[in-house]
């Protein structure tokens, strides 16, 4: 993200990469890439311009997909965090966190107290089915605070459309 003096996010900024615009704005939507070496040149009203030459990786298509679910009110701690971490640390699957909506997340402690650490998932429901395209391999669900099926009827939903025969849980 781009910001202020004051740490606060700044939206209007244009993305180019290798001198193609592709952003007049930030919206916190994943915007595809080729892989390779690109330089990418961030330009917002009143802030001098920054270019930085990165190499973007492809994902290993050969690996299995793991997804980490989170309700739209979040999760609980240490159940989603070690979660993750073992799957994305284990060499064996393509890892991502996903919600209802990509949007900032409490984690909660088991007791519900607020951990002030939230995350924001790599995609939402509609752009992992845009963006990876495939079933996941592995859904792992961890507790979710305060859940009741009515509110988190669109977590349950994702789950029966995207949980194949060979779909681990």
């Not at 973007?56 to 997804?67: F, N, P, R, T, W």
Request: zero cysteines; charged letters at 25%.
């Amino acid at each position: 993200s781009v910001q202020d003096e004051q740490g606060r996010d700044i939206i209007d900024v244009q993305v180019s990469v290798d001198g193609k615009n592709i952003l007049q704005h930030l919206d916190g939507k994943t915007t595809p890439v080729d892989p390779g070496v690109h330089t990418f040149r961030f330009e917002a009203e009143g802030k001098a311009p920054v270019e930085e030459r990165v190499l973007l990786s492809e994902g290993d298509k050969a690996k299995k997909v793991a997804v980490v679910l989170s309700s739209g009110y979040g999760a609980e701690i240490t159940d989603f965090l070690p979660t993750y971490e073992i799957l994305a640390t284990s060499g064996q699957f393509n890892t991502f966190a996903v919600a209802p909506e990509r949007k900032a997340l409490p984690l909660v402690n088991g007791s519900m107290a607020p951990t002030s650490l939230d995350f924001v998932p790599h995609f939402s429901f509609d752009e992992y089915r845009q963006v990876v395209g495939r079933k996941p391999d592995l859904i792992a669900v961890p507790w979710f605070p305060n859940y009741t099926p009515e509110r988190d009827a669109a977590v349950v939903e994702w789950i029966r459309a995207n949980a194949g025969p060979d779909t681990q849980l």
